[in-house]
């Protein structure tokens, strides 16, 4: 699996406007239900869900990023969305650092080993910290683009 096969290119939002971790999620949820990635009439429902898991639990792992995701039944292909913020988020980070970039990711109920490879993508990219380094440094959705096609190429295995 490549980040270019659950990243939306038109769910893309290289100057986020939310100031907060919940208006940046629905800022990124909405971004999905443009592009038809789920019913737009589900749109609270998957906020309310993604909010919820953060609750439990904040998905801003450090080092500037978060990944906010949830499994849900009205999901029929996982997906994801990039924000990048370029004035920070608090995100209840667990080095209690702004975060300035986010995935969001939403995958099928029914596909918890799927949802988990889509994980393991993202964290493996975002761990390397000149892709950190370049994608918060980005100010288009081309330029998401290319870097997240240079790093799936640079990736062994996929």
Known sequence: MKLS????EGAIRPNMEATDRDSAVAELVDAL?????????????????????ERRGSTG??????????KHSAIKKM???VG???????????????VFSIFLLLSPDGEPEEHLKAM?????SLSQETFRKFLRQTESVEEIVSLIAEN???????
């Open 33 to 53: 239900a443009e592009v038809g990635a789920f019913k737009g009439s589900l749109r609270d429902d998957i906020l309310t869900a993604l909010l919820e898991r």
């Open 79 to 81: 997906v994801a969305a």
């Open 84 to 98: 990048i913020s370029q004035a920070g988020i608090d995100f209840n980070a667990l080095d209690k650092q702004p």
């Open 5 to 8: 096969e659950i990243v939306v």
């Open 152 to 158: 799936d190429s640079s990736q062994v295995g996929g």
């Open 120 to 124: 393991e993508v993202i964290f493996g």
């Open 61 to 70: 792992f450090g080092r500037g990023v978060a990944v906010p995701h949830v």
